[in-house]
């Protein structure tokens, strides 16, 4: 065989050999990073390189989530410590800190997402099917009234928010929002896309499983909403159809 020849075929075996072993890793750091039953569609994407990039990405959005969830649990351990906290409120605060490690750790992604704030909202008084958690921000509370309130050029709607949200509004002045970290900056939470879809859908646990759709119509979250409700749920679930009455 020509000695150029041998070269060629030197470089080929080399450049796919190598081209397989960086396939590997990048499936073994794509499975063990990505959220639950989204890496079991790795085959959607067409590069294994694409794939290690999302898990990265995926990473520091856990991270930055499981910071979210420590810091509403340390919120409502203050303002529960200055209340009256119901019965059972310091086990649910123990299963909210539970699912948030679980949830840091990767296990289970969205099931202890929603499960730790379903935790904290049961703790805060809330999922008695009566008085919603206050939109702008749950770790607020149960709902003291219902405002209007429009998203940016989205169709107006009643919202149940808290007292002092209330009063804030009715002064003229602004709710104050649960924000979140994301690569784009720190926005309200549900400008975040997708991301605080389970986050939500926890604090709202024991209700109306469209309540949410319904509410966030309009904003990047609400794009997202109906789909993640009815893989929750069912389409049973939306005895309305459309999930709901309001529309942008």
């Not at 030197?10 to 990048?26: D, K, N």
């Not at 059972?88 to 969205?110: C, I, K, P, V, Y």
């Not at 009063?167 to 900056?185: C, K, Q, Y």
Request: some cysteine; charged content about 20%; overall charge negative.
């Amino acid at each position: 065989m020509e000695p150029w020849l041998i070269a060629v075929v030197v470089v080929v075996v080399m450049v796919v050999s190598g081209a397989v072993m960086l396939a590997v890793v990048s499936r073994k750091v794509f499975r063990s990073a990505a959220p639950d039953g989204v890496a079991a569609g790795f085959g959607l994407f067409p590069g294994e390189a694409l794939l290690s990039g999302l898990a990265v990405g995926w990473e520091q959005d856990r991270a930055a989530m499981a910071g979210v969830l420590r810091e509403d649990l340390a919120t409502l351990r203050g303002r529960l410590a200055h209340g009256t906290a119901g019965a059972g409120a310091d086990a649910d605060l123990r299963a909210a800190e539970q699912a948030t490690e679980r949830f840091a750790a990767n296990e289970n992604w969205a099931d202890n997402l929603r499960a730790a704030t379903a935790a904290m909202a049961r703790a805060n008084g809330g999922s008695n099917g009566d008085r919603p958690p206050c939109l702008f921000n749950p770790v607020h509370g149960p709902s003291a009234a219902e405002v209007e309130w429009a998203p940016g050029g989205g169709a107006r709607r009643r919202v149940p928010v808290c007292a002092d949200d209330a009063a804030r509004l009715r002064d003229g002045g602004a709710p104050l929002v649960r924000t979140v970290p994301t690569e784009e900056g720190v926005v309200p939470y549900f400008s975040a896309h997708g991301r605080y879809v389970d986050w939500v859908l926890g604090w709202y646990d024991g209700f109306d499983p469209y309540l949410t759709a319904r509410l966030l119509a309009g904003t990047p979250i609400g794009s997202h909403l109906p789909g993640r409700i009815r893989a929750i749920h069912g389409t049973s679930s939306d005895p309305l159809g459309e999930f709901g009455r309001i529309h942008d």
